[in-house]
């Protein structure tokens, strides 16, 4: 198992930047494929990005593409995510996610941060 805890969410002003980072405890972090999900107020969790084990693939959805990076650092046992240029739609709880198998549902999950864009 891998425990998941976000942190480096806050309040910030529209076109502003935030990094989140989401410290992994457990089992070898580089096992896991990793990945960013956020819920809006009033709305569903959405898929953000995803990142390989290696680090070198990544995707993200078309609402944060050219705006948000992902990224690991695998002796660090700590995914990232650099959100730039940010909108008050990116307002939401922002969840880092993990699993084992190269496919299916996301398992471990955080508790989640805040991210409030004003406008």
């Known amino acids: 198992q891998v425990q998941l805890v976000e942190s480096g969410g806050g309040l910030v002003q529209a076109g502003g930047s935030l990094r989140l980072s989401c410290a992994a405890s457990?089992?070898?972090?580089?096992?896991?494929?990793m990945a960013w999900f956020r819920q809006g107020p009033g709305k569903e969790r959405e898929f953000v990005a995803r990142i390989s084990r290696s680090g070198v693939g990544t995707y993200n959805t078309n609402a944060v593409k050219g705006r948000f990076t992902i990224s690991r650092d695998n002796p660090k046992n700590t995914l990232y995510l650099q959100m730039n240029s940010l909108k008050p739609e990116d307002t939401a709880v922002y969840y880092c996610?993990?699993?084992?198998?190269?496919?299916?549902?996301?398992?471990?999950w955080g508790r989640g941060t805040q991210v409030t864009v004003s406008s």
């Open positions: 457990g089992r070898t972090f580089s096992s896991y494929l």
């Open positions: 996610a993990a699993r084992f198998m190269d496919y299916g549902d996301f398992v471990y």
